[in-house]
């Protein structure tokens, strides 16, 4: 599968051009246009993996795209305004926010993987998305994403991760050194701290900052 990112980084569309035959998987509702020898298949994975799937913010399906009698295309979008990139998984695996799984070629495994509390408090919700296999991944932002480097430590606010190098170890902690109560009045609220070397992937905006900021401006509802 060839993938070429277009209108990079505030209005970002994945371009995926595949040969007869081959396949690519995405997430519920990221397909935004496909050419007309594109068949598409919607599968939930299994009862215990689709519900896995859903507490992990994404839907319940996933589509399966695949070209037959010759090459097609199939175009994939984020439910936000941001940026899209492809992770190569294969030497390097990684783990994703469930929010910015797009689409994964054929021979890449996304699954949801427990993330317990500390999951659940990363703002990743109760499960995060693994790789597993060899293939390419894309993902998608809130803004533009920034890729960072950690060698030896790095603390990154938990409402800006994309996706990070699974060999990292991480942490969930309070902004501060203070109470509960300080650490949510300094609007930070929890951080992820990562330790190892590795990649961590951010994206410039915090939806849930957004959202929060466009409902204090819109009218009270009548009624």
Request: charged share 10%.
């Amino acid at each position: 599968m060839q993938i070429n990112i277009l209108y990079r980084p505030s209005q970002a569309i994945a371009q995926c051009w595949l040969n007869a035959g081959e396949s690519v998987t995405a997430e519920s509702g990221a397909m935004m246009g496909m050419t007309t020898n594109v068949q598409m298949t919607t599968q939930a994975g299994g009862l215990l993996s689709g519900l896995k799937r859903m507490f992990g913010g994404e839907s319940f399906f996933r589509n399966t795209f695949t070209a037959a009698a010759g090459s097609g295309e199939v175009l994939f979008t984020s439910p936000l305004c941001g940026d899209m990139v492809t992770l190569d998984a294969g030497h390097t695996q990684w783990l994703i926010s469930s929010s910015a799984y797009v689409a994964s070629s054929q021979g890449v495994d996304v699954a949801t993987q427990t993330g317990g509390f500390k999951g659940f408090f990363s703002g990743a919700g109760l499960f995060v998305l693994g790789t597993q296999g060899q293939g390419q991944v894309i993902v998608g932002a809130f803004g533009a994403i920034e890729p960072l480097n950690v060698n030896g430590s790095l603390v990154v606010d938990t409402g800006h991760l994309v996706a990070w190098d699974s060999r990292l170890q991480y942490r969930v902690t309070k902004a501060t050194q203070s109470g509960w109560i300080a650490s949510y009045l300094s609007g930070e609220g929890l951080v992820c701290h990562f330790e190892g070397q590795g990649q961590v992937l951010v994206q410039s905006r915090n939806a849930a900052e957004y959202g929060a900021t466009v409902a204090a401006l819109l009218p009270p509802r009548q009624g």
